[in-house]
Structure formats: structure tokens, C-alpha cells
């Protein structure tokens, strides 16, 4: 019932920025925490940020400093600001949210993911 677009990815160059976005629609007013996700080939997925609706922030320690997560409650969206960006940063990048509601809590949805990757 929530699906979730990423766009932004592409190919920089490290040092360079990227600015990802992520727009999510159908029943979205009950959408709690939204955030990004990362998979490189071979490796689990892990943790980059999340905020919360009240915009607390929740940043893995390598992404400290050099990305910046923001969100708009009315589109609703999230984004991700890159900058200093690194080659091991190279990953499929994904939007997450999570939906609470009486019937299902916390219930999660994933995007199909952005391509990102950085030459050294």
C-alpha cells in the first residue's frame, strides 16, 4: 500500500556530490521513520540514515560529516545529500519507511533501489 521511488543515482567522481530523492505514494499519512539503505555486491545490506517524522536523525559512523538526510512530511520524501563521496560508497542505494498503524505496526516498505557509484 506504500510504494517508494528512488531517483538520483548515477556515476561521479570521488570527492564529488550526488543528491538522492525518494518520493513514496499510496497510503502514506501513517508513515512514521523514513531512511536509506545500501548494498554493495556481496555484502549485506546495511544502515546509512533514517529520521524521524519529527526530524531526529540517525547517521552509521562513516556517513558522519559528509551526507545529510532531510525530509518533507506533506509529499511526502526523503532525500540524501552526498558529499565527499568515497569509492567504497559504490552501492545500490534504497529508501525505506515505516508505516504505523493499528491494524499492522511498523509495518516496512522498500524501494527498488538507485544505483550509485563512485570512481577513484
Known amino acids: 500500500q506504500v510504494q517508494l521511488v528512488e531517483s538520483g543515482g548515477g556515476l561521479v567522481q570521488a570527492g564529488g556530490s550526488l543528491r538522492l530523492s525518494c518520493a513514496a505514494s499510496?497510503?502514506?499519512?501513517?508513515?512514521?521513520?523514513m531512511g536509506w539503505y545500501r548494498q554493495a555486491p556481496g555484502k549485506q545490506r546495511e544502515l546509512v540514515a533514517t529520521?524521524?517524522?519529527?526530524?531526529?536523525?540517525n547517521y552509521a559512523d562513516s556517513m558522519k560529516g559528509r551526507f545529510i538526510i532531510s525530509r518533507d512530511n506533506a509529499k511526502p520524501t526523503v532525500h540524501l545529500q552526498m558529499n565527499s563521496l568515497k569509492p567504497e560508497d559504490t552501492a545500490v542505494y534504497y529508501c525505506?519507511?515505516?508505516?504505523?498503524?493499528?491494524?499492522?505496526?511498523?509495518?516496512?516498505?522498500w524501494g527498488r533501489g538507485t544505483q550509485v557509484t563512485v570512481s577513484s
Open positions: 525505506n519507511a515505516v508505516r504505523d498503524s493499528a491494524v499492522i505496526p511498523r509495518a516496512q516498505f
Open positions: 499510496g497510503f502514506t499519512s501513517s508513515i512514521s521513520t
Open positions: 529520521i524521524s517524522r519529527d526530524g531526529s536523525q
